[in-house]
């Protein structure tokens, strides 16, 4: 009798990637630890979150890093994956956490959560939920004073309105 798929192989069953699709990722922390709740690890991260190189076959339109995990929309483009994106992204992160850090622990959870959109309406309800991560945890008071967050769509999205 074939044994049931568990924990993250589970959750790629059924994963497929298309071009030009938006998908909602949530990736976690090693042991949920709260790794970005220290400026200079989130700032090492930012700079790798907002770099283009991280994305060559995708776009960010908004993400938020947060103490303990990061939720962003990405939009792929051409043949790549939402794992092999993913996979660039966590490693890329964890190289530049390295760098600044004396110690050597895992950065990242293996695999990741993701759900495809399905509509623009959709898009921007997504944008303003991931945007406003931290407003709900109570880190900070409007999602524009945040500093950890970036994306393509933040310029269409207005700072002196709330996002809920």
């Known amino acids: 009798m074939p044994v049931p798929d568990r924990g993250y192989k589970a959750l790629r069953r059924g994963r497929v990637s298309l071009d030009g699709q ?4 949530t990736t976690v922390c090693h042991e949920r630890r709260p790794l970005f709740a220290d400026a200079a690890t989130a700032r090492a991260a930012m700079t790798v979150l907002s770099a ?7 776009s960010a339109q908004a993400w938020v890093l947060m103490p303990d ?3 962003g929309l990405i939009e792929l483009r051409g043949v790549e994956t939402v794992s ?13 956490v390295r760098q600044i850090r004396s110690e050597s622990v895992p950065v990242w959870q293996a695999g990741f959560h993701d759900h495809a959109l399905r509509c623009e309406v959709t898009l ?8 406003d991560n931290p407003v709900r945890a109570r880190l900070c008071e409007h999602w524009n004073d945040w500093p950890w ?6 310029a269409s999205l207005s700072p002196e309105c709330p996002l809920a």
């Open 22 to 25: 938006v998908y909602l990722v």
């Open 52 to 58: 283009p190189a991280t994305w060559p076959q995708a």
């Open 69 to 71: 995990h990061w939720h």
């Open 84 to 96: 092999r994106t993913l996979q660039r992204l966590k490693s890329l992160v964890t190289r530049a």
């Open 124 to 131: 921007v309800a997504a944008a303003r939920y991931v945007l």
């Open 149 to 154: 967050r970036g994306g393509a769509m933040l």
